[in-house]
């Protein structure tokens, strides 16, 4: 799995805390971008979204390159509505021999085996298909959901906020547990003040 949070909206903090302090304040917003301090923009949004407030939050997008996972993942994934997806194209790019294994499966040498056994299996009859003709998009019903897919993927931090807290809870399945947290690691780095609650309570205390 590989995960690169590749654009966000510029200062997304700021961006954020200037929208919070607009509903309160008789300056324009371009304005209050320029007056708060760091501290006063970490008080405001500490405040704002431990209230509910998150609608302010909405003014920022982030952007990720992901690429590795299986469509058993993504599918979940592209269960976040408020979103934008781009995802490799089954109809029209040639499936290279490329699946996720579960550990739960690996640690076992007969399950090891009768999984890696059906992989085989598939791969050979989806080559198979495309030899006597059949068209991509045809062919890749014989995939299975291990099958490894890219996608791009953009949420707003709103949209990212509830998807970190359902996607890192324990019972949440573990691949797109792992994409979750390395998606959460990023956008820490570059807009802290909205997401560092997030980052304490599923990583912090995890380490």
Known sequence: ????????????????????????????????????????????????????????????????????????CSHQLVRHRIASYSQQSQ?????????????????????????????KSCYECYQRLLELGVPKEDARYILPNASKTNLFVTMNARSLTNFFELRLRKDAQWEIRELAKRMLEQVCEVAPAIFHDLYDKHITQKQ
């Not at 961006?15 to 301090?37: F, Y």
Request: with cysteine; charged share 30%.
């Open 1 to 72: 799995m590989e995960v690169k949070l590749i654009a966000f909206t510029p200062d997304p903090d700021r961006v954020c805390a200037s929208a919070a302090k607009l509903t309160h304040s008789n300056l324009a917003g371009d304005q209050l971008i320029e007056k708060m301090s760091d501290e006063q923009i970490i008080r405001l949004l500490d405040s704002v979204i431990g209230l509910g407030h998150t609608s302010v939050i909405e003014h920022v997008d982030f952007t990720f390159s992901i690429a590795g996972i299986s469509r058993a």
């Open 91 to 119: 109809r029209y790019v040639k499936f290279k021999k490329s699946f996720v294994e579960p550990e739960t499966i690996l640690q076992n040498e007969k399950t090891r085996d009768l999984f890696e056994k059906e992989l």
